[in-house]
């Protein structure tokens, strides 16, 4: 049998830090909840994620290093998973009642708010699943993810300008307007809804994100 995954779930203060490591723990990966630098830098898998506003995420991500602890593991190809505001970060800007806060620009793209009669967007929700997906691999088109946000990623798009670089899988889903709910690009993934909360869609997908540590 293969050593079970070891897997950080960095806590940088703006998280839902508990859910997210039994979430982890029931795909039978080893999940340590920390900031120690080393330990979120040598785990197989790195977890990023996020509740709140996304300036004070920002914040809270400088003020623990965790904004160099993912940009070292991803320039060493090392898997990260965002999730929520954790996911927003990753973007170059995100724009909330008007000002404008620099992301960690791992992907262009602004984070603004939800287009929507019903703000913020709770609840269950499907997606739009890209051909060749991992992260949704044997899930049904229909599965329900669980959100909780007011701010997404609209129309977007991303254009590789090296010819060696893939594109990366964008999935999407629609509250008012469509958003992006999903992004796989290389060794950085990311999910704006909660699969801790979302069942056994949820527990399928982080089963997934395991299998490719």
Not at 56 to 71: K, P, S
Not at 97 to 115: I, M, R
Not at 162 to 183: E, Y
């Amino acid at each position: 049998m293969s050593a079970a995954r070891k897997v950080v779930v960095f806590d940088y203060g703006f998280g839902n830090v508990r859910s997210a490591e039994r979430a982890l723990a029931r795909t039978g990966a080893e999940v340590e909840i920390t900031r120690d630098f080393d330990k979120a830098m040598n785990a197989d898998g790195l977890l990023v994620p996020g509740v709140g506003a996304f300036a004070a995420c920002m914040r809270g991500l400088r003020a623990a290093r965790g904004d160099w602890v993912i940009d070292r593991r991803l320039s060493g190809g090392r898997p990260v998973l965002g999730i929520c505001v954790g996911m927003q970060i990753l973007f170059a800007r995100g724009i909330e009642h008007g000002v404008e806060t620099a992301g960690l620009d791992e992907w262009p793209g602004s984070v603004e708010p939800l287009e929507a009669e019903i703000v913020p967007h709770m609840g269950w929700n499907t997606v739009a699943v890209p051909p060749g997906s991992e992260l949704f691999a044997g899930l049904d088109a229909d599965a329900r993810f669980y959100f909780v946000h007011s701010y997404a990623v609209r129309d977007w798009s991303f254009e590789a300008h090296h010819t060696l670089l893939r594109p990366p899988k964008v999935t999407w889903s629609t509250h008012g307007t469509p958003f992006v709910a999903a992004v796989e690009n290389g060794a950085l993934w990311a999910t704006q809804f909660h699969p801790e909360k979302s069942g056994d869609a949820g527990a399928q997908l982080l089963t997934n994100w395991i299998g490719t540590l």
